[in-house]
């Protein structure tokens, strides 16, 4: 329990102080003076005043803000004009750099870890001629396990068909009419098995039930600079085309709230630290993608205000800014738990039926969660 209490602190602070530095440094370049930079909310715990700032670390270390100077909207009426130095003294497209500036600096850091993770462990190789049929994972209920493969085993030969390759496996796997026999190789020791016929499911008959072991091959330091921008596109283009077609099917979009967030932090902490890491950059692009959201109270509503003001010369009504205030907090309110409905449906009421049909997708030639890379 207490591991993953820190791992939730460890994945979620980085996420919070990068998105809040993003406001901060658009701050700095714009000329606009920051009164306070807190990671957290709550009780001050420790502050420190350099120059104008107040920087200061806070109870809750759920979130976390930067408060410019002056109000964000300056009335019309006000009895005096902003100050230089203040928020609402800016032109539209310095206050647009500096709401949206927080999102892009969480896709900056998820393009930074991704990049990282890419160079370290390589590219998975994405041909399946290339990838050797070496096993990595068995199916629960197929013929694999009945046969006892284990992670490590290399598939040799099916029917007497040599077998170097995915590729030819998934092949012969295909071309299977009634018992096969395979042949496979287990610490420089060959096997050979008979597979039954009556082994194999009737919904899936060529289906032996392994996933193949990832294939990663080195990249440079460009490429994989590249690469972690182009996880940073995929993701987010798969996300807005999930949620899109969920609207268009009028199927109810899968969110994740908060009791799913941790849920996945919970399990990510007790897989691998390459998962852990990789977990840190997908909730980083997943926190900038949905403040970009032109939803009020959130920086993509706030950017939409001062694209308005950048069209027309002048901003909406403060009674009108104010019902969209209200509006916006209403949709995330109804977002939320939303989200945390779905979390316990998903999590604590999740049908047996629907991990069977995450396995059968498995072995038809998904990659491990080591190998969510991707590539077109």
């Known amino acids: 329990m207490l591991l993953s209490i820190i791992a939730v602190l460890v994945v979620l602070s980085p996420i919070v102080i990068i998105h809040e530095f993003g406001h901060y440094i658009a701050c700095r370049l714009t000329g606009i ?29 759920f979130g976390g803000f930067v408060e410019p100077a002056g109000p964000m909207f300056h009335p019309d009426d006000a009895p005096e004009p902003p100050k230089p130095y203040e928020f609402a ?3 539209w497209y310095a206050k647009f750099f500096m709401v949206v500036n927080g999102a892009l600096f969480n896709y ?17 190789e994405t041909d399946p001629a290339k990838i050797p049929a070496v096993v990595d994972t068995i199916a629960k ?17 099916i029917n007497g068909q040599e077998i170097s390759s995915w590729q030819d496996l ?12 395979l042949t496979y190789e287990r610490d ?38 590249g690469l972690g921008f182009y996880q940073c596109y995929y993701w987010t283009r798969f996300s807005l085309e999930s949620l899109a077609q969920s609207f268009t099917q009028k ?18 902490v007790h897989r691998s630290l390459f998962d852990f890491v990789f977990l840190i950059a997908m909730l980083s692009l997943a926190v900038g993608m949905f403040n970009l959201f032109p939803i009020p109270i959130l920086d993509g509503g706030y950017a939409l205000v001062y694209l308005w003001e950048g069209l027309t010369k002048k901003l909406p009504t403060e009674k009108m800014l104010n019902r969209a205030a209200n509006v916006g907090l209403y949709i995330l309110l109804l977002l939320v738990v939303y989200a945390s409905y779905s979390d316990i449906k998903r999590i604590f009421f999740k049908p047996k039926a629907a991990a069977v049909e995450v396995q059968t997708q498995a072995d038809d030639g998904s990659t491990s969660a080591e190998a969510e890379y991707v590539q077109d």
């Open 33 to 61: 003076r920051v009164n306070e930079f807190s990671f957290g909310f709550g009780k001050i715990l420790w502050h420190k005043k350099v120059g104008d700032t107040d920087y200061q670390v806070r109870a809750i270390p």
């Open 89 to 91: 003294a800016k032109k």
């Open 108 to 124: 900056l850091l998820a393009a930074i870890i991704f990049g990282t993770l890419i160079y370290i462990k390589g590219m998975p």
């Open 141 to 157: 209920g197929y013929p694999a396990e009945k046969l006892e493969l284990q992670p490590g085993d290399i598939i040799r030969q």
């Open 170 to 181: 998934t092949q012969a796997m295909a071309q299977r009419k009634g018992d096969i026999t």
């Open 188 to 225: 420089g020791k060959t096997v050979t098995a008979t597979i039954k016929d009556g082994d194999f499911k009737a919904k899936s008959p060529t289906v032996l039930g392994v996933m193949v072991n990832p294939l990663f091959k080195p990249v440079s330091v460009w490429s994989a600079v």
């Open 251 to 268: 199927k109810a979009p899968e969110l994740a709230g908060p009791i799913g967030i941790v849920n996945v932090i919970h399990q990510s």
